[in-house]
């Protein structure tokens, strides 16, 4: 499709479809409070699998779920998801006990893997080679949006309404979003040729949710306990049948072998490098601002607020700079790592703006980095396999998002009270983020042209 197909309305309608999906990742912490509280009386191993429930579940359809738009059409598969995030919100809202509470938010979570591929994969479709780079930029400032958006209005349900309220909330706004992404989204055409493999589904789904059982459970169970061990034992030897069973398939979810690319590789591990240090933040910033510095919910959700400006900001200027992806990434990852290193340094005594003087290094990271990233994994791929690129690439943003919080929650849980943890904790995942950086750099080699990322070409191939 030319350029000009990706009309503003429709950018602005997958945008915000997103936003949304995102937004319910982080919204839940800020009301572990109240619903600890609640009538439903849930105990400390459900309000984990309240909050877990949704990452777990979105994170690991995620993959199949982007082949699924690639195959059957991506603005079914979108529809379909926002049908199904309402759903599960509406089933939240009403749940009478904490089981139908975490089954809602898995079945919003499936909503949420639907959506997200769904999305960049219209995006790449509609935006044509040189409009890619700012479709990318406005895609990646939504996912960062949804993480404040969260955060904040989370926040607000805390402090003026109740949790009910925040999931029902949610029923009529996805209502209008489908209604807005039916009347301005073009269909894609869909790509037969892209298999669905039962089996290898089946194999990868389980897999993923079983590493990610193990990284979310981690530091509640201990890194050592059978419990955890056998997860990640379980999700190791499914992920391998499923990368054999793969390498044999006529007709594979996703060939394996597409990993042999320096470039998806680094690309992959910048924005698990980049959530990483982004949830991370988001996961010690709520604790320092309530328990430290004594705010309210409301006032917590607005403080992080900073967060905004450079992720608003700094993608449009990035987007300029997309035909040299390899320094304007390296830039971005190093300064979402000084921005922690930084952090590391707050106490009860730091004023507020010196605070805020870092949130806004990590978020002036953050909008340097993560379009390149994006674009550089959906051009590994072929075109036709948009949303499976997406869907690679997302995973690679949760299960990072997910190691973020397993790190800085164990490096915490082993000091004597938050305020003696937080400096150690951040400092701790700034020292990953930074190394980490180097080997993304390493991977991305030469710098490559525009042309290379617009057309999906390896850099060996420009």
Same mark, same amino acid.
């Given at each position: ?60 359809? +995620? ?23 309402? +759903? ?13 509470? $975490? ?76 209604? #807005? ?10 790509? @037969? ?21 193990? $990284? ?17 034992? #379980? %999700?190791?030897?499914? $992920? ?23 470039? !998806?590789?680094?690309?992959? !591990?910048? !924005? ?77 005594? #730091? ?19 993560? @379009? ?20 690679? %690439? ?69």
């Amino acid at each position: 499709m030319p350029s000009h197909a990706l009309k503003r309305s429709t950018l602005l309608a997958l945008c915000a479809c997103v936003l949304v999906a995102q937004s319910m990742v982080a919204a839940i912490n800020l009301l572990i409070p109240q619903l600890s509280a609640s009538s439903l009386h849930p105990s400390h191993t459900q309000i984990l699998w309240t909050v877990d429930a949704y990452v777990i579940v979105f994170a690991g359809l +995620l993959i199949p779920a982007g082949a699924l738009g690639d195959r059957h059409g991506r603005k079914g598969a979108l529809l379909a998801g926002l049908g199904l995030f309402a +759903l599960g919100a509406a089933t939240s809202a009403i749940a009478p006990d904490p089981a139908v509470l $975490i089954a809602g938010r898995g079945i919003s979570g499936a909503g949420a893997a639907l959506i997200t591929p769904a999305t960049m994969s219209i995006l790449v479709h509609l935006a044509g080679p040189q409009g890619r780079a700012r479709a990318m930029a406005s895609w990646t400032l939504a996912m960062g949006l949804g993480g404040l958006a969260g955060n904040l209005g989370g926040g607000l349900a805390g402090q003026f309404l109740t949790w009910r309220a925040l999931f029902a909330v949610m029923i009529p706004l996805a209502a209008l979003l489908a209604l #807005t992404v039916a009347l301005t989204t073009p269909r894609t055409d869909p790509s @037969p040729r892209n298999g669905l493999d039962p089996l290898g589904t089946l194999l990868l789904t389980a897999g993923l949710v079983a590493v990610l059982f193990g $990284i979310i459970e981690g530091p509640d169970h201990g890194w050592a306990s059978p419990r955890i061990l056998g997860s990640f034992a #379980t %999700g190791a030897a499914l $992920i391998t049948a499923f990368t054999l069973g793969s390498l044999r398939s006529r007709s594979p979810l996703f060939d394996p072998r597409v990993f042999r690319s320096s470039r !998806l590789r680094a690309t992959s !591990l910048g !924005l698990m490098t980049g959530f990483f240090g982004l949830f991370a933040l988001f996961f010690v910033n709520s604790q320092y601002l309530q328990e430290v510095k004594g705010y309210g919910p409301a006032v917590t959700g607005v403080a992080i607020v900073p967060l905004i400006v450079g992720m608003a900001l700094v993608p449009k200027l990035a987007a300029r700079w997309s035909a040299h992806p390899r320094p304007v990434i390296g830039s971005g990852l190093a300064l979402i790592g000084l921005g922690l290193l930084g952090a590391s340094t707050a106490d009860a005594g #730091t004023p507020y703006p010196v605070y805020a003087g870092w949130l806004l290094v990590i978020s002036a990271g953050t909008g340097l980095s993560m @379009p390149a990233l994006t674009l550089g994994v959906v051009t590994s791929l072929p075109p036709h396999q948009a949303g499976l690129g997406s869907g690679l %690439g997302t995973s690679a943003r949760e299960i990072g998002a997910a190691l973020g919080v397993a790190v800085a929650g164990t490096v915490l849980a082993g000091h004597a009270g938050f305020a003696l943890g937080m400096g150690p904790a951040l400092r701790a995942v700034a020292v990953a983020v930074l190394a980490a950086t180097a080997l993304v750099m390493t991977g991305l080699g030469a710098p490559v042209s525009r042309r290379s990322f617009d057309n999906g070409l390896n850099p060996t191939e420009s």
